[in-house]
């Protein structure tokens, strides 16, 4: 069966940094690439970006470039979501899903809730 | 980057009922590359429909999707209780992802 396990809910002052991940498990983790959805609270989807793990190419929707950073670490078969500097505004419920061969989000993650409050 | 409007916003209907939800996109999208997914409160979203009109692992017949070129439409034949929800159709194209702003399928 198909997992993607996500890391547990963060509670972040401004300007702190933040590493969520999200482990896969039951099937090749190298064989599919693994996005990153946001989600504000009473809002729509947003894709964020998205890493092969078989060489850790990454693309990044054009909204979030430059604001965090997308890896992985294929030994551990896990991938990350990373921000230096977190704004009140990254408040939000983070996704991470797998990416199927006609470019849908075959399975997800139960998501990682963030809350970003001085 | 292509945007998605759905429509309606909100359908009101009753369980047994069918409903059409619309995907519109501002350019041509391949329909290998338009998904339609599901959201319960307090779930992550479930993939229901992919390549327009392939359903998903598990997913019932009632779902099913058509669409090409820049409309497409998700159709429940008949409402269950748990179809009740949000639905977001998502699309690729030229590296980038999209999804619509979702529309909720309520109960009347």
């Known amino acids: 069966e198909v997992q993607l396990e996500q890391s547990g809910a963060e509670v972040k002052k401004p300007g702190e940094s933040l590493k969520m991940s999200c482990k896969g498990s039951g099937y090749s983790f190298t064989s599919n690439w693994i996005a990153w959805v946001r989600q504000k609270p009473g809002e729509g989807l947003e894709w964020m970006g998205i890493?092969?793990?078989?060489?850790?190419?990454?693309r990044y929707s054009p909204s979030f470039q430059g604001l965090v950073t997308i890896s992985v670490d294929k030994s551990i078969n896990t991938a990350y979501l990373q921000w230096s500097r977190l704004k009140a505004s990254d408040t939000a419920m983070y996704y991470c899903?797998?990416?199927?061969?006609?470019?849908?989000?075959?399975?997800w993650g139960q998501g990682t809730l963030v809350t970003v409050s001085s | 980057e292509i945007v998605l409007t759905q429509s309606p916003g909100t359908l009101s209907l009753s369980p047994g009922e069918r409903a059409a939800l619309s995907c519109r996109a501002s350019q041509t999208v391949s329909s290998s590359y338009l998904a339609w997914y599901q959201q319960k409160p307090g779930q992550a979203p479930r993939l229901l429909i992919y390549g327009a009109s392939r359903r998903a692992t598990g997913i019932p017949d009632r779902f099913s999707g058509s669409g090409s070129g820049t409309d497409f439409t998700l159709t429940i034949s008949r409402l269950e209780p748990e179809d009740f929800a949000v639905y977001y159709c998502?699309?690729?194209?030229?590296?980038?992802?999209?999804f619509g702003p979702g529309a909720r399928v309520e109960i009347k």
């Open positions: 998502q699309q690729y194209a030229g590296s980038l992802f999209t």
């Open positions: 890493i092969y793990p078989g060489d850790s190419d990454t």
């Open positions: 899903a797998r990416h199927g061969s006609s470019h849908e989000f075959d399975h």
